[in-house]
């Protein structure tokens, strides 16, 4: 059974970081392109980075220069560094493992930034 159990989401202010984990079992994560998505309230779902089993990476317009999208192999977990964060980052951010013909995601954790 694929889980991918996302952790890290909080409130935090304006200007601030943090790290989102995306850990996954049940599936051979070296052939899996990974992505962090997000909705925020009112809005549809969108990218906001990807990591391909490579490691080459693309990110959303809005995030460039802030977010960071990383993958550690051996445990099968990949990360979204967010830093200088602002009030529209707030969303549920979703993990996502895509292979071929096989979609999977995460059930999604929220953050929020707000003073």
């Known amino acids: 059974q694929v889980q991918l159990v996302e952790s890290g989401g909080g409130l935090v202010q304006p200007g601030g970081s943090l790290r989102l984990s995306c850990a996954a079992s049940?599936?051979?994560?070296?052939?899996?392109?990974m992505g962090w998505y997000r909705q925020g309230p009112g809005k549809q779902r969108e990218l906001v980075a990807s990591?391909?089993?490579?490691?080459?990476?693309n990110y959303a317009d809005s995030v460039k220069g802030r977010f960071t999208i990383s993958r550690d192999y051996a445990k099968n977990t990949v990360y979204l560094q967010m830093n200088s964060l602002k009030p529209e980052d707030t969303a549920v951010y979703s993990c996502n493992a895509y292979w071929n013909r096989y979609d999977y995601w995460g059930q999604g954790t929220q953050v929020t930034v707000s003073s």
């Open positions: 049940g599936l051979t994560f070296s052939l899996y392109a």
């Open positions: 990591i391909s089993r490579g490691g080459s990476t």
